[in-house]
């Protein structure tokens, strides 16, 4: 993973707050690598909140010429989402299945 950054999302941290998944992606996004790989392996379901720091995130990389990659995504991002913008990131099915993307 030289040429990526991985952070592991848990739900030990209770999600009332995002702040620990902002922060997270604030550090990644001044590492120099441009890929940024996000392991859901550990979570249920991503709420609302944290699907829109994701984005936010996948933005600024795809700004800086990189890309964020959902790995293990949850069930629920397999189901049809509303109808707007594209969600901006990839998604991998596992960590192996990322530096394909």
């Known amino acids: ?5 991985l952070l592991i999302l848990t739900d ?7 702040a620990p998944l902002a922060r997270a992606l604030r550090w990644a ?8 790989w996000v392991d859901c392996s550990s979570l249920a379901d991503l709420s609302t ?4 720091l994701l984005r936010q995130g996948a933005d ?6 990189g890309c964020l990659v959902l790995c293990h995504p949850p069930a629920s991002l397999s189901e049809p989402q509303p109808a ?5 990131y ?5 960590l ?3 530096d394909q993307v």
């Open 49 to 52: 909140h944290a699907l829109f």
């Open 12 to 18: 030990s941290d209770g999600w009332a707050g995002l």
């Open 1 to 5: 993973m030289p040429n990526s950054c």
């Open 60 to 65: 600024r990389l795809r700004q800086r010429g």
């Open 90 to 94: 990839q998604v991998a099915a596992s």
């Open 29 to 36: 996004l001044r590492q120099p690598q441009r890929r940024v």
């Open 84 to 88: 707007g913008p594209p969600p901006g």
């Open 96 to 98: 192996l299945d990322a």
